[in-house]
């Protein structure tokens, strides 16, 4: 069964600590997608791997970094949180070739306080 | 990528057939059209994809018309459990394509 694992399901962080967020896909896909969402806004991308060590900014990137070491990994780097990126956070992956079918983890839901 | 279009909102009874609408002007010759449902605290769930006439799966139905630019979720017989947000997506098959979801369209399913 297709599978993609966030770390956490809950976190709550304090303004100014750096925050990790980890996913895992057991598919072998290239393609791993990180997105935000909150009310009212939908989905929002904000970065986005085709490779490994290869990486594209979405469309709000801003006080975000990733990382793409192995294939099945991809993380979400949150240098200096702010109260401004409490949200839920959506990691997806898929294959490159196919049709745009992404497959989504739980979700993590982050509160900085 | 094709920017789309969808209703905010819908409302519907249990057992008719539900049809959201999606418009996407700008859709490219290599675009394809998937759908997208997303239930609360859970991440987007993948409906159908079509690229042209009409598709359909043990879940839902997709109508495109000849010129592309608009498409159709057809929702048989809903239940209270196709309460949910559907996302409508326009995008190729290249590795680096994007997958940019939009706010959706939330339908509530009423007994």
């Known amino acids: 069964d297709v599978k993609v694992t966030q770390s956490s399901r809950y976190l709550v962080k304090r303004t100014g600590e750096k925050v990790f967020l980890e996913c895992v896909q057991d598919?072998?896909?290239?393609?791993m997608f990180w997105y935000r969402q909150d009310p009212g806004l939908g989905l929002r991308l904000i970065y986005f791997s085709y490779d490994v060590k290869m990486k594209e900014k979405g469309d709000i990137p801003e006080g975000y970094s990733v990382s793409r070491e192995k294939k099945e990994r991809f993380s979400l780097i949150l240098e200096s949180a702010s109260t401004n990126q409490t949200s839920m956070y959506l990691c997806?992956?898929?294959?490159?070739?196919?049709?745009?079918?992404?497959?989504f983890g739980q979700g993590t839901r982050l509160t900085v306080v | 990528l094709a920017k789309t279009t969808q209703p905010i909102s819908m409302d519907s009874y249990e057992g008719q057939e539900v049809n959201i609408t999606c418009s996407h002007n700008n859709i490219a010759t290599n675009d394809y059209i998937t759908w997208y449902q997303q239930f609360p605290s859970q991440g987007p769930r993948f409906i159908i994809q079509g690229y042209k006439t009409k598709v359909t799966n043990e879940v839902a139905s997709l109508f495109i018309p000849a010129d592309r630019k608009s498409s159709t979720l057809s929702l048989p017989r809903v239940s209270l459990s196709d309460t949910a947000v559907y996302y409508c997506?326009?995008?190729?098959?290249?590795?680096?394509?994007?997958?940019?979801f939009g706010t959706g369209t939330r339908l509530q399913v009423f007994p």
């Open positions: 997506l326009v995008g190729g098959r290249g590795n680096t394509d994007k997958l940019i």
């Open positions: 598919m072998d896909h290239e393609n």
């Open positions: 997806a992956s898929s294959f490159p070739v196919g049709g745009p079918e992404a497959f």
